[in-house]
């Protein structure tokens, strides 16, 4: 119902509607519309990767994000068998054991590297499908 008066000089208009009921066949058979991935700029926006995916991503990238991290990957990867002793890296990266240790076991965790116990040392080796994986994530 639309209903017009006068007050002050000014016209107002209201406008009433009464409630209607939509049955569930009514409310099944018109699915919600996408959402346009329209950008602001006018061109059309790519859709994001999921949360969950983006997030896992971001773990593996932060293992790599750090210099002396780069630096133990390329000790393991230069090395003549693939494989390098955590008791030779402290050395070469001018870092200490426990530091390197502990930079090693994020590699370790990430799934960059694996982690054979010999004796008292510990070996570590490439894992080439997560590095594929990280070189991935740039093309």
């Known amino acids: 119902m ?9 016209a107002v ?7 209607q009921a939509v049955t569930a ?3 099944a058979a018109e699915p919600a519309p996408e959402p346009n991935p ?3 700029c006018g061109g059309a926006a790519a859709r994001p990767i999921p949360r969950g995916e983006a997030e896992r ?6 293992a790599v994000a750090d210099p002396a991290r780069l630096q133990l990957l390329s000790i393991v990867r230069g090395s003549e068998r693939g494989e390098a002793c955590v008791c030779d890296m402290a050395d ?15 590699l370790v ?8 116990r010999r004796g008292t040392w510990a070996w570590f080796a490439l894992v080439p499908e997560r590095l594929s994986e990280v070189a991935g994530f740039l093309d």
Do not use: C, F
Request: aromatic share 2%; proline share 4%; hydrophobic share 40%.
């Open 2 to 10: 639309i209903h017009v008066w006068r007050r002050n000089d000014m």
């Open 13 to 19: 208009t209201t406008i009433t509607t009464a409630p």
């Open 25 to 27: 066949a009514e409310s």
């Open 38 to 40: 329209e950008s602001a």
């Open 57 to 62: 991503r971001a773990t593996l990238l932060k």
């Open 92 to 106: 070469a990266v001018g870092l200490t054991q426990p530091t390197v240790s502990h930079h090693l076991k994020i």
């Open 109 to 116: 965790e990430a799934g960059l590297l694996s982690r054979e």
